[in-house]
């Protein structure tokens, strides 16, 4: 039986995904190389008049218990791919990253339906790279043909909160991972923590080894962002660089950190 209050948070939400009143943010990524703006992570988010705001972390699992999660999939993909067009058309040129539930991929035909979004739209389908958390992948060895499917597209696929599973070294063997995304639980004492050095430079030597792309998450000090950069990250996020922002922030926010990655270089 489902809690009063549980219902009341299920209700809002069925209704406001049919009605459309959830809306899209996206932090940026940057690389290390030379500061650019790499790609943004599409993060969905809940503003409820009743209720307030509502975290991922209470409506995306009440999603997945109760049959939901793959319109909010479709709803969230399709509103990432429209806005990547703007964007390009803007001049904006980067990446969409997008956090898929591991239920999805049970459907062996949900590879070809997010193709068929990519192409509606005329998206590149290299320009998409779905997340996983590593917790997720726990089953997804059984699901090796789905996600070899999207790799087959040019879909890129990549390995969030990477450290912190026993099995993170399995998963890199045995899925067909483009990108790892090194837990922020390791980033946040870089400065401090010796060990923490060097988890992270290991991490990235090894990816590099594998021909994985890195990506440190939870970035929010220059001491931070300069370790990265001289371990060869090759992209980094965090509040340092950027907090969620709204599709018409993007540009506002890329001539900025133009300014402030041009003054970290110098120091």
């Known amino acids: ?50 209720l307030g705001p509502v975290p991922p972390s209470r409506f995306v699992p009440m999603a997945e218990r109760h049959g939901l999660i793959d319109l909010l999939t479709n709803w969230g993909l399709t509103t990432s791919l429209h806005q990547w067009l703007e964007w390009r058309a803007a001049g904006l040129d980067l990446e969409i990253a997008f956090n898929i539930s591991a239920l999805s991929l049970q459907y062996l035909d949900f590879p070809d339906l997010v193709e068929r979004m990519c192409r509606a739209l005329d998206v590149p389908a290299e320009r998409l790279v779905l997340e996983l958390t590593e917790g997720a992948t726990q089953p997804l ?28 070294l399995m998963q890199l063997k045995q899925l067909p991972f483009t990108d790892i995304k090194i837990d922020r639980f390791f980033v ?13 430079a290991a991490i990235i030597a090894m990816a590099h080894g594998l021909g994985l792309t890195v990506t440190a998450e939870g970035v929010e000090t220059e001491g931070q962002l300069r ?12 509040y340092l660089i950027a907090t969620p922002l709204a599709p018409a922030e993007m540009a506002a926010w890329n001539a900025d950190w133009a300014r402030r990655w041009a003054k970290f270089r110098a120091a």
């Open 188 to 200: 946040k004492d870089l400065a401090e923590s010796n060990d923490s050095r060097v988890i992270v």
């Open 141 to 168: 060895v059984k699901l090796m043909d789905t996600l070899t499917r999207f790799r087959i597209k040019g879909i890129g696929l990549a390995l969030d909160d990477f450290g912190v599973g026993y099995s993170s």
């Open 227 to 238: 370790f990265l950069a001289e371990a060869k990250c090759d992209v980094a996020q965090g």
């Open 1 to 50: 039986m489902i809690a009063a209050s549980d219902l009341a948070l299920l209700d809002g939400f069925e209704r406001a995904l049919i009605n459309e009143r959830l809306h899209m943010v996206y932090q940026p990524k940057v690389s290390l190389a030379d500061g650019s703006l790499k790609r943004v992570e599409a993060l969905v988010r809940w503003d409820d008049p009743k």
